[in-house]
């Protein structure tokens, strides 16, 4: 097992991560105090598989859990989902000191926090994040939000967990696609923030594509290091917890423009980043060769980093709409490996021409 710690001023908290990690759940929380039940959020999938051992471990420690169902995917996270949410939890006759547990991937954690930080003006949570995606990036910093038809994430809160518990034995049953997903953002911390891991993924990505679960500790623990001290720095996400942005400006309009129904989040963040690099090589930030080798990281995973693009039109006006526009496009770009930094006002123009090189119509 390890554990990382993170400290923000909204509240400081561990995130556990190893084998086995469910099942043992109790001895890694904190006391809930005056709680007498634990809701615990998933989709029918998840639930499935995990709701009984981590039922079983909270009735261990004196939590009676009770299921609350949302859907999956992007799916969950709307406002109509959260009322529901609400009202159940209300004629239920939760309070406040109860824990509400999100069971399940990044989505999940995105609308169980935001309930979370909003039913009785705040309860305690508790990420048990169930994919790569959430273990290593979305579970930790205290991110909550539901997406608007204008916008992913347009509507959310900070509310820092309890908990994170990230068990590496659920990642041995994720399906390929995604795995492949979640890989983007273990890509996007080499690439950003720890050199030390990029080397490792470029040099041998078998066992991590094999699910080895020492690997898979190894790479989840080294993932969530590197957040919790950005995190710890910036809480509110307004200076350093930006570089963590790399490759979802564009990946976020990506999956916006397609209805949340084709590319993963995972597999858009993975053009995002090629985007980014071949915008840095075009304005003389970053050397050439800078998107070879981050095309060349993302394909050994099995991630498509072309494919078709929605009109520059339409990109350009997605991007407007992103939380990070401020009074003109901003983007995260890198000097080379490890060197990320915040670029404002990037011209419409460089950005168009990068975005017609990579095949979007004009």
Request: hydrophobic share 45%; charged share 20%.
């Amino acid at each position: 097992m390890e554990r990382v710690s993170v400290t923000t001023p909204g509240g400081s908290y561990d995130v556990v991560v190893g084998s086995g990690v469910i099942e043992r759940a109790g001895d890694f929380l904190p006391t809930f105090a005056s709680a007498a039940t634990a809701f615990v959020l998933a989709d029918r999938g998840v639930g499935d598989r995990w709701f009984g051992a981590l039922a079983g471990a909270l009735e261990a420690c004196g939590l009676h859990a009770v299921p609350l169902a949302v859907p999956a995917g992007e799916d969950a996270k709307t406002l109509d989902v959260y009322g529901t949410l609400v009202h159940q939890l209300a004629t239920q006759e939760a309070h406040r000191a109860d824990p509400l547990f999100a069971l399940g991937g990044g989505s999940t954690g995105d609308v169980a926090g935001f309930v979370a930080s909003t039913y009785m003006r705040g309860m305690p949570f508790v990420q048990v994040p169930t994919t790569l995606t959430a273990q290593v990036d979305a579970a930790i910093g205290g991110k909550t939000a539901v997406n608007l038809p204008e916008g992913k994430n347009l509507v959310g809160t900070f509310h820092q967990p309890a908990a994170v518990l990230c068990d590496v034995d659920v990642l041995t049953t994720l399906g390929d696609r995604d795995l492949r997903s979640g890989l983007a953002e273990v890509a996007k911390y080499g690439l950003t923030l720890d050199p030390v891991l990029l080397e490792r993924l470029e040099g041998d990505p078998g066992p991590l594509l094999g699910r080895d679960p020492g690997v898979l500790e190894e790479v989840v623990t080294r993932c969530v290091r590197a957040k919790a001290a950005v995190v710890s720095r910036d809480e509110r996400d307004t200076g350093a917890r930006q570089i963590l942005n790399y490759g979802h400006t564009l990946g976020h309009a990506l999956e916006r423009l397609d209805r949340f129904a084709g590319r993963s989040h995972g597999e858009a963040i993975a053009v995002g980043m090629v985007f980014a690099a071949r915008l840095a090589e075009a304005r003389g930030l970053a050397a050439d060769g800078l998107a070879t080798r981050t095309t060349r990281l993302l394909s050994s995973f099995g991630l498509e980093t072309d494919g078709a693009l929605p009109p520059v039109a339409e990109v350009l006006a997605a991007f407007r709409m992103d939380k990070k526009f401020a009074g003109g496009m901003r983007f995260v770009l890198l000097r080379d490996v490890g060197e990320p930094v915040v670029v404002d006002d990037v011209p419409a123009d460089e950005v168009r021409r990068v975005l017609e090189e990579m095949g979007a119509a004009a």
